[in-house]
């Protein structure tokens, strides 16, 4: 056995412990192979299930992120048949000193899966976990809701709600990614309640992780000394750390409440300008404010260099108003995820040698919009949620994106919403003037309620550790999140360089009494000038800090961060870069 590798990886103090678990382990792999050749044992084997399971296949595979920012064409990989497969499989792992990374889709940005410094050489084994452990099940204990494999597609899951009369307030945009990836980042979509809206049972407006009743992971098991599959409850104490894992556990199955489905209308307003739209809180325009009042569910897309947002504004409708077109499916624009090919050129030109084609780019990607919205009659579209809640394919442009989300009192979104416009203009403009052209594709604001565990209905649900969204215990009445997102094509010069700058000052901006900020786990965040994720300062003081804050010593960052490593004392479900971020 050579576990060379896996101890150099590992940090001095886990190492004895690691050495250990495997020894551990490594004996009872030998204890399973002489009793498969001494006297038959009746039932089962304690030691079964240790040696990579019969007839799963294992290959080499490329994997590759998102925006293509990490690529390795050939990693150990295999997709588990059931979820006892997946045990075997982390067992495996765990005696031969190799890592076990859960993969989905691979549409994530940030090196939660594998990180930048993966080769060839590395012991990792991706699980793949979308070709088998996609099961559903709809169930009426401890209330409605359902049971998921984590390999399922979102769009698949969103379908079968539909089919049995349910849904969720809102979800990711995306529909091709898996459930289980969905949860490790804490997945979100964009809703707070309309001024005169009722709530439904059993309805958040956080984000999926906080609808989890109960799920099943791949723990270290003191009493049974290997891996093993455990049924967590939402009232156990250790939950709190899986209901957002970062990836640092394996979850095979989830069960998730449920909401009423509820049809849905999406209009997309197109000739507000951002002055109006970001202006400082008070103006009594059409300002952001005022549509959250209205409608609660919003999201902006603001390309680079114009003047007019696309806003698209979701109303609870439970019959189809006049003058908006049912829809029967979802992904109903077309034009966004399918740029013509002069644009996708356009694009080309602004990472070799013309990013002062930025502001043509944004304003060409405006006109797109303002005639595919017009083209394909989706201004106004309506139907069962799913349909409008779901709106990008994974054929759209594939580009980086920084994010943060601020959390705040609702009353105090418009002004969270205009400081941070004001200050992204100010900088842009002064890049701009010294030939500089660091943004060439949207701003993205999207709003969001907070992870309250009480809004689910079960008496006893522990709250979400390390969800962007936890609410703060010392501040109740902040109760939304907006999501601040700007995004550029990989590899367009200064990039990293603007999102430092400005980063740095909404770290500072948004903190103290008023607001905090918290990274999108997904997305890109810790930018040092040249690089996303490498922030030391942001990795190993700010993130510790922004998930202990108001909280007791017993839910900060450090207590969650022992919780996994006792969850996972081997500390298989690592990669280097979870290793610095998750040390605790
Ligand atoms: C175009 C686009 C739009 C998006 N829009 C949204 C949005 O609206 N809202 C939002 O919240 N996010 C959004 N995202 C981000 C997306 O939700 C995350 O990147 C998500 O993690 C992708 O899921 P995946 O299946 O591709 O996971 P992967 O990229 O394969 O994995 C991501 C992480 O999840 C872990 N993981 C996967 N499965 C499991 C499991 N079973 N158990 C434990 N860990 C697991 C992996 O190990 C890895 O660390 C968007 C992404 C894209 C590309």
Not at 265 to 278: G, K, L, W
Not at 342 to 364: C, I, K, N, R, Y
Not at 444 to 466: K, N, P, T, V
Not at 562 to 573: C, K, N, Q, R, S
């Amino acid at each position: 056995m050579d576990t060379r590798n896996a101890f150099r990886l590992l940090p001095a103090p886990l190492l004895s412990r690691r050495r250990f678990l495997l020894t551990a382990l490594a004996a009872a792999i030998a204890a399973c192979r002489s009793s498969a050749t001494g006297p038959a044992t009746p039932g089962p084997s304690a030691h079964a299930g240790l040696s990579f399971p019969e007839g799963l296949e294992r290959q080499r595979e490329p994997f590759e992120n998102w925006a293509g920012e990490l690529r390795f064409p050939s990693v150990l990989s295999c997709a588990p048949r059931t979820a006892e497969e997946a045990e075997a499989v982390v067992n495996w792992a765990a005696v031969n000193g190799y890592a076990v990374r859960a993969r989905g889709a691979m549409h994530n940005w940030s090196p939660l899966a594998l990180s930048p410094d993966t080769s060839a050489e590395t012991r990792v084994i991706l699980l793949d976990t979308i070709p088998h452990l996609r099961s559903l099940e709809m169930l009426a204990e401890p209330m409605p809701c359902v049971r998921a494999g984590t390999g399922v597609l979102m769009e698949d899951l969103l379908a079968f709600l539909e089919d049995h009369g349910h849904g969720f307030t809102a979800t990711p945009a995306v529909g091709a990614i898996s459930l289980g990836g969905a949860l490790a980042i804490n997945g979100h979509g964009c809703a707070i309640p309309a001024r005169n809206e009722t709530a439904l049972p059993r309805q958040t407006y956080g984000s999926l992780s906080n609808r989890i009743l109960a799920l099943t992971a791949i723990v270290w098991s003191a009493e049974r000394q290997r891996y093993a599959l455990r049924r967590f409850d939402r009232r156990d104490a250790d939950i709190g750390v899986l209901l957002t894992s970062l990836g640092r556990a394996l979850i095979t199955d989830v069960t998730l409440a449920v909401e009423p489905n509820q049809n849905l209308r999406c209009v997309s307003y197109i000739d507000i300008t951002a002055d109006e739209m970001f202006a400082a809180p008070g103006s009594g325009g059409r300002d952001m404010a005022s549509f959250l009042d209205s409608s609660g569910r919003l999201e902006v897309i603001w390309y680079a260099f114009t003047d007019k947002p696309w806003l698209k504004a979701w109303y609870v409708s439970p019959q189809q108003p006049a003058g908006s077109r049912a829809v029967s499916s979802p992904y109903n624009y077309p034009f966004s995820d399918n740029l013509p090919k002069p644009v996708t050129d356009l694009a080309q030109q602004l990472v070799s040698g013309h990013p002062e084609s930025a502001p043509l780019f944004g304003q060409t990607t405006y006109a797109v919009t303002a005639a595919g919205l017009l083209a394909t009659a989706s201004s106004d579209i309506w139907g069962p949620s799913k349909n409008t809640l779901l709106f990008i394919k994974p054929t759209t442009l594939r580009v980086h994106e920084f994010s943060y989300a601020v959390i705040t009192r609702r009353d105090r979104a418009q002004q969270v919403i205009h400081d941070f416009v004001k200050t992204y203009q100010e900088k842009l403009a002064a890049y701009q003037a010294s030939g500089r052209y660091p943004v060439n594709m949207p701003v993205e604001i999207r709003i969001s309620g907070l992870d309250h565990a009480g809004d689910i209905g079960l008496a006893g649900a522990q709250e979400s550790r390390l969800s962007a969204l936890s609410p703060r215990p010392d501040h109740p009445d902040w109760d939304t999140a907006i999501w601040l997102a700007i995004l550029t094509i990989p590899g367009t010069p200064d990039m990293h360089v603007f999102f430092r700058d400005i980063e740095q000052w909404l770290i500072g901006h948004y903190t103290g009494a008023e607001s905090m900020a918290r990274p999108e786990w997904s997305k890109g965040w810790a930018n040092s000038t040249e690089a996303a994720w490498v922030d030391a300062d942001i990795i190993s003081r700010g993130i510790p800090a922004a998930l202990s804050a108001g909280r007791p010593a017993s839910h900060g960052w450090q207590a969650s961060m022992a919780t996994l490593a006792a969850l996972d004392p081997a500390g298989i479900y690592q990669n280097d870069f979870l290793r610095r971020l998750t040390r605790g």
